[in-house]
């Protein structure tokens, strides 16, 4: 089996990046929107890297849902590893 491209690689990570932000914000606002209205979604906005990283939390302890900490790590993980193995390795000793 051939191996795919890094390129291809590095850019199905990128896309997994944006793909996983997105779905990220849209999950992060609607937590907001649930559990503070309208004035929950503004504050949201405006402090949009803490939401990122602690409205999936929230929905893990509050609502034991861990549905929105896998699609917002674990999106971010996977693409992560797949700009990490696109890339070249250094051999320099």
Known sequence: MRA???SLV????VMGWGIAGL????VG????QQTAGIWGVVVA???LPLTLAAAPL???VAWNSWVPLLVVYGGGT????LVAMSSPTSTTS
């Open 78 to 81: 996977i693409a992560t590893a």
């Open 4 to 6: 795919l491209p890094r």
């Open 23 to 26: 779905s990220g914000l849209v």
């Open 58 to 60: 929230y929905a893990l």
């Open 45 to 47: 906005s405006a402090v």
């Open 10 to 13: 590095r850019w199905l990570g």
């Open 29 to 32: 606002l609607e937590i907001a």
